[in-house]
């Protein structure tokens, strides 16, 4: 059976004016599913880059890469929408929830575009707020939680759609220590619970948490480590 | 994302800010208004040119002497030699396309009934008289041709003789002392009002015209024993005005015997044409005003597109966690349209109730016709849906074309 993804000689360029950028240079890379990966370097080294190779959020200039057995290169602007939304949960560092809307509503955002009925929307943002612990402040909006619950929030809302990925990009970095380990140990959790969890880090201490690092320095991987 | 969850998306972020929503849409709300507030009373002022038009005769002519020549000096109006009865006997027969002839002699007098006296003129008419312009028999009957040869004294009178002589009560069969002598009542006028000059269109008593003319003596000079002050003319629908003018003239140049290349001493007029022609000017003013409505609709329009670029702009990172949870750019693309259209329908619907409260008040206050019509509040909510599809449309596709990447790191 192949691997959940499949890297085969990435490589992303970007052009800045007359010079050439390789944010990742000939990189290859498989994850199975089920693991728990920290991808981690400084800023510059290419794991941003990574990170949005592996959400779909952009192509690779060179190279192969399948996740979850579709090649996502081959993908139109369409499919590849509809691929995120069936195959990836996103957290993001800074939660991105929409202001002035409830954590219901902001859980249930990418089950709009799955084109479920309200009823099953509710029903499944409801069972993920549960799941990490805000099923009292369903109603809330952004503003009336702190920053660790926002979090909870964006994180129920990775998982609503049943993702095979939850990608985490530097999902504690805008939290204190003591909700930083909160926030961790969901994960820590769901990833017991089998759903193969990517976080992208600087930090040592939540890259710890994670059975695999991998360390990217220049757009390569220098260090591979489970 | 089905249409009516994109509503849903629209209107929950109009609510969120909807103290700009308020504002963004004002302009489409005044737009709306002024629009739907202009051209009702443009509207109003038209159709009262209309009945004004019907109430003295929707396709009249009118027909009098002009003025007289004698070795250059010219007499001033109506000096030339009246018209006649011949003449209105030669219309009738000789031009096509008219749906009837009569002529007119008045005489001032006064009426008398029991122990009332009531001054008015008696106009002699002929039975065409009625349909040419435009009166409806209300009760009884007008009077017949072979009445009108033989000198009959019967009289048609209006409703405000019935008023005055009568104090409101029928005056079929009743007979009325009109300069001294007996006639009988035989047909009331329905009521016309008053024209926008103010003249009393009711004050009216009506006689055969040989039966004025012989009892009155009105019309008659030493020369002209048959002579009319006016013929009046009704061109029958469908028949082209100034065709049977054309032909009017030659018949009464002829008749005249008016040298070829002399001036007519006779002239034949519209009226209706004439109203039109001022009305002409008034449409062409409410056109005016229509499109300086068109104007502030317009830049209402850009007032909502100015405010859902700022929308887009302001919820960048909205748009690129929109794009990275699934949402198609078709779908970003249509939220941000379905919330500018609904902006500017639900601004022309407030604009719609503006313009109808401000068209009501404007008629109470102004005393004048004002007609909505409901094509044009329509045409007005159509209008203010279009301006919100042609200016949303720049704003959604910019929405659209965010790299959600970039978007998701926007400060």
Redesign the interface.
Known sequence: MPALIECRNLVKTYEMGDQVVHALNDVSLDIEAGEYVAIMGTSGSGKSTLM?LL?A??QPTSGQLRIAGEDVRALG??AV??F???TIG?V?Q?F?L????SAL?NAA??L????LPHAERVKRSMARLEQVGLGERTDHHPAQLSGGQQQRVAIA?GLV?DPKILLADEPTGALDTKTSKDIMAIFDQLNREGITVILVTHEQEVAEHARRQIVFRDGEIVEDRS | MNALASLRVALTALRINALRSALAMLGVIIGVASVIVLVSISEGTKQAVEAQIASFGANLLIIRPGSSMFGGRRGGAGSADPMTDGDVEAIRTEIAGLAGVSGEVSAGTTLVFGGINWTSRIQGVNPDYFSARGWVIGEGRAFSGAEDVSGRRYVVVGQTIIQELFDGASPLGQSIRIGGQPFEVIGTLERKGETSWGQDQDDVVFAPLSTVRQRFGAGMRATVRDAVSTIYADIAPGESTSRVIEDIQDLLRIRREIQPGAEDDFAVGSLAEFIRARNETESQLGLLLAVGAGIVLLVGGIGIMNIMLVSVTERTREIGLRLAVGARRADVRNQFLIESIVLCVIGGLAGLVVGVGGTLIYAEVGQLDIVIDPVIVAIAIGASALVGVFFGLYPAHRASRLNPIDALRFE
């Not at chain 1, 929409?98 to 809307?101: G, K, N």
């Not at chain 1, 709009?112 to 084109?115: E, F, H, L, R």
């Open positions: 949005n959400g959020l952009d602007p369409d929408s509809r995120r939304n069936r996103f993001f800074q991105n929409l202001p002035r809307t509503e955002l990418p709009i575009y799955s084109g809302r759609n």
